[in-house]
């Protein structure tokens, strides 16, 4: 059973700081890519970091600078500084295996207010 277990969701200020955290057990393939999402209400689920087994790193413009994605063998992590009332959302971090399945968190909820 593969579990992924989130954390470091919270309320801050504009301007401030979180680390989320995403720690995956019971995958018995080879961890290829990790990732995090997030959703808005009333928007759609979009991509917010990748890392590739290789430490490669993708992000979407709109956190590139102030979001760090960073992994350490099963759990994958998420800088966030400079946080804006925009950057409101459910972070769900996504973990791809080698067998081309993927999981998904439960999600945390992260809250800036201006």
């Known amino acids: 059973q593969v579990h992924l277990v989130e954390s470091g969701g919270g309320l801050v200020q504009a301007g401030g700081s979180l680390r989320l955290s995403c720690a995956a057990s019971g995958i018995i393939y080879s961890i290829n890519d990790m990732a995090w999402f997030r959703q808005a209400p009333g928007k759609q689920r979009e991509l917010v970091a990748t890392i590739t087994s290789g430490g490669s790193t993708n992000y979407a413009d709109s956190v590139k600078g102030r979001f760090t994605i960073s992994r350490a063998k099963n759990t994958v992590y998420l800088q966030m500084n400079g946080l804006k009332p925009e950057d409101t959302a459910v972070y769900y971090c996504?973990?791809?295996?080698?067998?081309?399945?993927?999981?998904w968190g439960q999600g945390t909820q992260v809250t800036v207010s201006s």
């Open positions: 996504n973990v791809g295996v080698s067998n081309s399945s993927r999981y």
